[in-house]
């Protein structure tokens, strides 16, 4: 059975015994911002990293230096390195060589937030560059390890990197979307309308990462199931609205950090769980044959070299059919703002 959200990463963390007898080393690029510092803090204290760099521009909230420095004091066994870069540097070239040699795993809360009106393609064209300077530098320096992409649009950056990896000879499944807020926000709302033990529930997230392209698919967990169908339709727009939510608690001031934090940490700790040979299923957004669409979300097992399975969809119910091929009909516009934007660009 596949166990998704906030149940399977937990699970065997202390049982997982990494590959590499020290554990495993890890990345944060964007590691000194809002997302990047909780992300840091969390997988600083997960027991298979060994060794955490701290990247980030010297224009960061705090200097990568003083989250490292801070991190160096938790009482676990991971070493945690600063890297700066000044904003007109070029990580594939300026970037020391020992912040991504060496990584399993690399993650990436980086980019700008989306303006109001701000035309997608606009926000792709400034993000897609900011996660193509760090994208091409992992090819050079860590071409095996994962990349876990938490830049906005997702839907259409994820297809943007994994196609250049693909055109620079680079497997394409190295190049993950994390979608893991979607289930972790639709686990805890069913909670909150069930009552059912939270580490029981598991709701697959397929789709997208953004607005309608966002598929919570109720029926396939057993609490959420027996929700009648006007509430899971609730849910549904809930989860997708989800983000909206928290910048109007923080009247602007800023969006979901906290919980996009830990939800990469989940991800990062299935990533590195599946590395260890304790293979763990989490949705994630990335190339896949699962619907005509070239990439979807769909639970993904990671096992000892990355991704080794993108699992097909359930049988849905018809709420859900319906759904879906709304989701798809947006998800196949954000692709191709994605794959225009690889056509144009290349790795150096």
């Known amino acids: 059975p596949i166990s998704m959200g906030n149940c399977q990463c937990f699970e065997g963390l202390a049982a997982a015994k990494p590959r590499k007898k020290d554990g495993f080393k890890v990345c944060i690029c964007g590691g000194a911002g809002g997302i990047g510092q909780q992300l840091a803090l969390l997988m600083a204290t997960n027991p298979m990293v060994k060794e955490l760099s701290v990247y980030d521009l010297d224009i960061s909230m705090v200097p990568a230096a003083g989250v490292a420095a801070d991190l160096s004091h938790l009482e676990f066994p991971c070493k945690v390195k600063a890297y700066s870069l000044g904003v007109k540097e070029r990580p594939v070239t300026d970037l020391p060589a020992e912040c991504l040699e060496g990584c399993s795993l690399v993650l990436v809360p ?16 400034i993000n897609g560059n900011i996660a193509k300077m760090v994208v091409e530098a992992c090819a050079r320096r860590c071409p095996e390890a994962i990349i876990g992409l938490i830049v906005n649009p997702v839907n259409s950056v994820v297809p943007a990197m994994a196609r250049l990896y693909e055109k620079k000879g680079l497997d394409p499944l190295k190049i993950v979307g994390v979608t893991t807020l979607d289930v972790v926000r639709a686990n805890k709302f069913v909670y909150e309308a069930t009552g059912a033990p939270v580490d029981s529930i598991n709701v697959p997230v397929v789709g997208g990462h953004a607005g309608k392209s966002i598929l919570p698919l109720f029926s396939q967990d057993e609490a959420s199931a027996r929700l009648p169908l006007e509430k899971r339709k ?22 979901a950090t906290l919980s996009m934090g830990y939800a990469g940490y989940l991800l990062g700790s299935a990533v590195l769980n599946g590395l260890a040979g304790n293979r763990t299923t989490e949705c994630a957004y990335v190339k896949s044959n699962v619907t005509h669409l070239p990439y979807f979300s769909s639970p993904v097992t990671f096992g000892p070299k990355g991704v080794e399975k993108v699992h097909r969809l359930p049988k849905l119910d018809a709420y859900e059919k319906g759904r879906l091929e709304e989701a798809k009909a947006l998800l196949k516009e954000e692709i191709q703002v994605g794959l225009d934007y690889a056509e144009v660009n290349e790795l150096s």
């Open 110 to 125: 980086a980019g700008v937030p989306r303006k109001p009106g701000q035309d997608r393609k606009d926000l792709m064209n």
């Open 234 to 255: 609730l849910l549904d727009s809930r989860v997708q609205d989800a983000g909206t939510e928290v910048v109007r608690a923080k009247n602007g001031k800023g969006s």
